[in-house]
């Protein structure tokens, strides 16, 4: 089983619906990850924070917006989403900060936009 | 920026040979390169890693070559078994924590095990 745990693991939420979706690691980690994956695709890097600090932001539409409540945490809100939104998001986390690091990635959770 | 090429897209091997998939990458800054297996409706899971000062790495069944002069890197799997079916991602990126930095990954190999 995965040491990183999304939830939920499945959401359907019209366009004009607020939700969130949730992931929590507990390996001391300082380094966590939003990716968005489309079917067939591989995972595409959204937001990156490090020791719980927003260190990137892939020009990700506004729509989206990312929390770290604290080091073992780390929210994605969503809202005013599009059909086009629907996918599978990924969150990771490595242990140091800096991409030359493996990332542990939970199993995702999987969005339809209606 | 960094671009990495995968191939092949799909693999069919039957049980018990191996399996071989190829990666190109374009950028000589890279110098960490992981591979991640993918089952159905699961995350990625790191498989092995090789970093830049190492040619070969090896974990039982599986087994990672680099050449950097080529810019290129393999992954192969011994002794297929049912389990290996998933997608395979390679991946490359280099130290520093910029966009510049992030994680490229390749666009994935299917491998199919026959019984």
């Known amino acids: 089983d995965t040491e990183v745990t999304q939830t939920p693991k499945h959401l359907v939420m019209g366009m004009t619906n607020k939700k969130s979706l949730k992931c929590e690691q507990h390996m001391g980690h300082r380094a966590m990850y939003w990716y968005k994956q489309k079917a067939k695709k591989p995972p595409e890097l959204m937001f990156v924070y490090s020791y719980e600090k927003l260190s990137i932001n892939e020009s990700v539409p506004s729509r989206f917006s990312p929390e770290c409540p604290n080091s073992s945490l780390l929210n994605l809100h969503l809202h005013a989403l599009q059909p086009e939104d629907s996918a599978l998001y990924l969150c990771a986390s490595s242990q140091l900060d800096g991409f030359g690091e493996p990332l542990h990635f939970g199993n995702g959770t999987r969005l339809t936009v209606t | 920026g960094e671009n990495v090429e995968q191939h092949p897209s799909t693999l069919s091997v039957q049980e018990g040979d191996s399996a071989v998939i190829k990666c190109t990458y374009s950028d000589s800054a890279s110098n960490y390169f992981p591979w991640y297996k993918q089952e159905l409706g699961k995350g990625p899971q790191l498989i092995i890693d090789i970093r830049s000062n190492v040619g070969e790495k090896k974990d039982q069944r599986i087994a990672v070559t680099l050449n950097k002069t080529a810019k290129h890197f393999s992954l192969h799997i011994t002794e297929t078994q049912p389990e290996d079916s998933a997608v395979y991602f390679c991946?490359?990126?280099?130290?520093?924590?910029?966009?510049?930095?992030?994680?490229?990954f390749g666009s994935g190999t299917r491998l199919s095990i026959r019984p």
């Open positions: 991946a490359a990126s280099k130290a520093g924590y910029s966009s510049a930095s992030k994680i490229i």
